[in-house]
């Protein structure tokens, strides 16, 4: 619930309704639907380009498809409806345009006998059950006011430039007289760049004044003014997107917390790994018992319980994705699986008997190549012969012999002299030579390995058919597929091209800048698509209007697929003017309304959207260079090698019991775990969703637990702030020059009565303190790191009041009074007397508390002793006890025998038994 944004209509309160509601609103809300309405509203988008012109009356076929596309909508809808009520699911702005988006269709359908009407908002339904589209558009739809706020100043300057080209320059150009026509240029030269002609004609070149006042004009304007309006709309859209996820963020944590309440039962703000097991198991039930055991190590941060502060971190933590290489349930896929790891074991094996002086000569010759970069030169060869079409250019030719040396030929034997000097420096071990293992390294072996086989081929074919390989007649030979025309021309010279391409892309593996720029791609390339598909369904739906109202009368617009082309052209500025004036001449002059509205969206759109990209690749490029990447790596890799060695070590103590029985072995051998980057563009460009939860979203989150977050997060926090202050402590002192002094167990910092001349910080281990309390007794205490021993030595003539012995391997700074007068900043000494006065408090409350408990146990040791002699007097007064015989040791002191029993009692001799003893033994 929390996740999906469901915070009052989800699971948790769904699931207290009957069973019939709680069931529809489990088929609602699955993936399989969700899944359905997003590919039905698809297929209905793109269904538009392949219909015939009049396609429900022409074809039962198509009316039958909108039907059942239709009806998986109305399908949505009512079970929504039903478990939430009409009332409540007509509050949202969505639902409401979700229900008149489907009765438009139906109408059209019904009343036209076909989608025609409607047609420009058939992307509408996916865009309105996606949760990422909707908040997109309606983020857009507040930017659109915006927007047109923005144009002002724009509006203001075309004024000024207007009134100066009609006052100035109308003589040379008549048309300038109208201030119609000049303000009407101006304004779309500053916004289409698209009608220099008409402000700049041929007979004004020569008029330098005029120069001197359009082209400062024109920078002003479109390069200064509209790119400023374009960066702060960006920023204002940066702006309602962080509204927008903080008040998500806050529904989440809200869901969260209630979610913990429910796991929580009994209050204490906790939970453990049972309940821990038990959450994962209803979220995701085909969770291998190892992932939850790992994401509960990840989430506690090694603890043995989850506090409710951690578990509003939940996303984050699953963010972490852990892989299992595990063999494929498919038995194709697996075969094909455990075939490629059988090559792989066979190709690793193999290992070539290679003459020393063979591998000491390619060593040197492969450190000379690396040195001077010779292969990488290569391929900027080989992509300059490609670019300039000389890759068959012949450098030596047998024609007796029909061979022919190209130099393609080269850069392959080239690349095959690589290769074999790579295996004998790796004294025959191909394993060892690639240098490194990914697809651009698989992209460039297998286009080495066609541009290799093209010209033995290329001899085969032309022997035994008298054909070359690239003659149309033989390429059906090579590659035929019916009703695919675009892979029948696949023919022979057409792959080697393909494989050249291939060759070069192993730049990208040599040149870091590549490599740093193609990681930054791929990352980004989920937000990328997002974004211009949003950017699409715009254009989408202005094509389809534009084809609607101007397609009667304008053959670029008479076409679906043709006017979302034109609408394309149309967000580009490609010929923007022409056509707008040709619409108004041919139509009607009110089309002017639907092209500034499709201007002003389209570049607002546009441009958010290509600010986004350009925004999110530079933060990716420069915080995910190759070094980073490297470090962040191995940063997961230790933080997972801990999780791991902590889950065991849980596993081994018995602490990951699940039913009251001890779970299976646990295998974390097949597990790789990497971040996973959310593809939510938002929380990109705004940096959100690594924040940590502050006491505000705390206090509105309270209602939804049943403990106090507030006192629960300070309780917490206050810890946490103390440890931050001893650390940022110990990092002064070592810029102060203080050193670290080690002592081994058992050393003696020093003796009670002894003259104090020192003051120990403890940084690290624990030590026992000993502290005379009376005649032969003392108390004796253990202190652990982050505190003061010794106070005393702050006084001239101090004594030390308890002994101080290292418990384990100690680590303190040792100070004196010179250290603490001269040496010091005075920020630092009254930091480090504050800190000895506190660590003196506490250790005297210490030493009291144990000297009450002591004395309290002393009490309670004396009244059992004298309660259990009483009994003991009291039972031997009744019975007589008699030595065992075969006791021969003569019974303890104090012991109680027949001797000491009143011979008054005369009963019979039980039979015979252990003599008692003492209460104070008994006790003990």
Not at 85 to 100: A, N, T
Not at 380 to 386: H, R
Not at 504 to 511: E, Q
Not at 780 to 809: K, Q, W
Request: hydrophobic share 45%; net charge neutral; charged share 20%.
């Amino acid at each position: 619930d929390a996740f999906a944004g469901r915070l009052n209509n989800g699971l948790a309160t769904n699931s207290k309704k009957s069973w019939m509601i709680y069931t529809l609103f489990r088929i609602q809300t699955s993936e399989w639907l969700f899944n359905s309405v997003i590919i039905a509203s698809t297929l209905h988008t793109f269904l538009v380009f392949f219909e015939p012109a009049n396609a429900c009356s022409s074809s039962w076929l198509y009316y039958l498809l909108q039907w059942m596309i239709l009806l998986v909508y109305a399908f949505d809808i009512t079970l929504k409806m039903t478990y939430e009520g009409p009332k409540e699911y007509f509050k949202h702005d969505w639902q409401r345009l979700y229900v008149m988006n489907l009765a438009m269709h139906v109408f059209d359908i019904l009343l036209c006998g076909c989608t025609y009407y409607a047609n420009p908002f058939r992307p509408v339904a996916g865009v309105l059950r996606d949760r990422r589209g909707r908040k997109f558009f309606e983020v857009l739809k507040k930017m659109v006011p915006e927007m047109l706020h923005n144009m002002v100043p724009i509006l203001f300057f075309v004024i000024v430039v207007m009134v100066i080209c009609s006052a100035l320059y109308d003589n040379a150009v008549p048309e300038f007289t109208s201030t119609t026509y000049t303000f009407y240029n101006w304004w779309f030269l500053v916004l289409t760049n698209d009608n220099f002609s008409r402000l700049l004609p041929e007979r004004l070149y020569r008029s330098m004044t005029y120069l001197f006042y359009f082209f400062p004009g024109i920078y002003i304007g479109q390069r200064f003014l509209l790119n400023l309006i374009i960066g702060d709309t960006y920023g204002t859209f940066r702006n309602y997107v962080k509204k927008q996820l903080d008040k998500e963020r806050l529904k989440e944590l809200q869901g969260l917390t209630k979610a913990f309440s429910a796991l929580d039962d009994e209050g204490t703000g906790r939970i453990d790994i049972k309940v821990w097991t038990a959450c994962l198991r209803c979220l995701q039930p085909d969770m291998p018992p190892e992932a939850v055991a790992l994401y509960f190590e990840l989430m506690s941060g090694g603890e043995d319980q989850i506090t409710v502060l951690q578990f509003l971190n939940l996303r984050s933590v699953l963010n972490f994705k852990l892989y299992f290489q595990a063999p494929s349930r498919n038995r194709l896929w697996g075969f094909l699986q455990k075939l490629w790891a059988k090559v792989l074991i066979s190709y690793n094996a193999i290992e070539i008997d290679v003459p020393q002086f063979i591998v000491g000569w390619s060593e040197r010759v492969l450190e000379h190549a690396l040195e001077y970069n010779y292969f990488g030169r290569a391929i900027f060869l080989d992509i300059a012969l490609l670019s300039c079409g000389f890759s068959e250019f012949v450098v030596y030719s047998l024609p007796r012999l029909g061979v022919t040396v190209t130099l393609c030929q080269l850069i392959c034997a080239w690349h095959c002299f690589e290769y074999l000097v790579r295996v004998c420096a790796a004294h025959g071990k191909p394993s060892k030579v690639t240098e490194e293992s990914n697809l651009i390294t698989a992209g460039f072996a297998f286009g080495t390995l066609v541009c290799l086989l093209y010209y033995p081929l290329f001899h085969v074919t032309e022997r035994y058919t008298g054909l070359d390989p690239s003659h149309p007649d033989l390429h059906g030979l090579l590659l035929h597929v019916p009703y695919l025309g675009w892979v029948n021309v696949l023919r022979g010279d057409k792959i080697l091209l393909f494989g050249r391409m291939l060759r070069c892309l192993r730049l990208a593996n040599l040149n870091q800048d590549l490599k740093n720029f193609n990681a930054a791609i791929v990352d980004i390339l989920p937000a990328l698509v997002e974004t211009f598909s949003l950017t699409f369904i715009v254009t989408y739906i202005f094509g389809l209007l534009g084809h609607l109202l101007l397609g009667s009368k304008m053959d670029e617009w008479s076409v679906p697929l043709v006017s979302v082309v034109k609408a394309q052209q149309l967000t580009f500025m490609v010929n923007f003017l022409d056509s707008m004036e040709e619409a108004m001449e041919r139509v009607s002059p009110l089309v002017i309304a639907y092209f500034l509205l499709f201007l002003i969206l389209s570049l607002t759109v546009s441009n958010i959207a290509l600010s986004i990209i350009i925004d999110l690749h530079a933060n990716v490029l420069d915080m995910k260079t190759n070094k980073d990447r490297v470090g962040m790596r191995k940063k997961i890799d230790t933080v997972f090698e801990k999780m791991v060695d902590k889950a065991r070590q849980r596993q081994v103590t018995g602490i990951l019991i699940h039913g009251g029985k001890r779970q299976k072995s646990l295998n974390f051998k097949q597990i790789k775990m990497s971040e996973f980057q959310s593809s939510d563009v938002r929380k990109f460009i705004t940096n959100h969703g690594s924040s940590m939860v502050t006491p505000e979203e705390l206090e509105k989150c309270t209602p939804q637990s049943n403990i106090n977050l507030v006192q629960f997060y300070n309780d917490q926090h206050r810890h946490h702030k103390d440890l931050n202050q001893e650390a940022d402590f110990i990092t002064q002192l070592h810029e102060q020059g203080f050193a670290e002094v080690s002592l081994a167990p058992g050393q003696v910092l020093f003796e009670a009565g002894q003259p104090a001349h020192h003051v120990y910080y403890l940084v690290k281990g624990g030590v026992h303190l000993r502290k005379p309390s009376g005649p032969g007794a003392e108390d004796d205490i253990v202190m652990h790191a982050l505190l003061f021993l010794g106070s005393e030595g702050l006084h001239p003539e101090g004594v030390y009041r308890y002994t101080c012995t290292a418990e384990n391997e100690t680590v303190c700074f040792v100070f004196d009074n010179d250290d603490f007068a001269h040496k010091m900043e005075p920020e630092m000494a009254g930091m480090f007397l504050q800190k000895v006065l506190k660590s003196h408090a506490k250790i005297d409350a210490i030493f009291l508390d144990h000297r009450r408990l002591s004395a309290k146990r002393r009490r309670t040791v004396a009244m059992s002793a004298d309660t259990l002699a009483t009994l003991v007097r009291y039972h031997s007064s009744e019975r007589v006890l008699t030595p065992t015989p075969s006791c021969e040791s003569p019974p303890p002191a104090g012991s109680v025998t027949p001797s000491s029993v009143s011979s008054s009692s005369e009963v019979s001799s039980p039979p015979a038994r252990m003599p008692l003893r003492s209460s104070a033994t008994v006790f003990k």
